[in-house]
């Protein structure tokens, strides 16, 4: 029953927060493509290639920031322009 109503809202909601909803998806969707790419690039080479390594991790912290960030905003932009 409850996630019923999140899609509902999900699918209410204001231009201006699905926006951001879609674009933070695809940011997370890029880095994420991007942290496979380098660990492909890498390929176990502890000596020569760690950069790509800890890029790679990085990348796939940035996209967990990126999920945070289109769960947690796309909401506050709803509320804030459903009150004005």
């Known amino acids: 029953m ?4 999140v899609f509902l809202r ?15 998806i695809q940011l997370c969707c890029w880095l994420l493509l ?3 790419l380098l660990l492909i690039a890498w390929d176990g080479d502890v000596r020569g290639g760690f950069r790509f390594y800890q890029l790679a ?3 796939n912290e940035l996209a967990e920031l990126a999920l945070l960030a289109a769960v947690l905003i796309p909401p506050c932009v ?4 459903q009150s004005k």
């Open 78 to 81: 709803e509320d804030y322009l």
């Open 57 to 59: 991790l990085t990348l």
């Open 2 to 5: 409850k996630l019923r109503a």
């Open 10 to 24: 999900m699918a209410s909601m204001k231009p201006a927060a699905w926006y951001i909803y879609k674009r933070s």
């Open 34 to 36: 991007s942290a496979l």
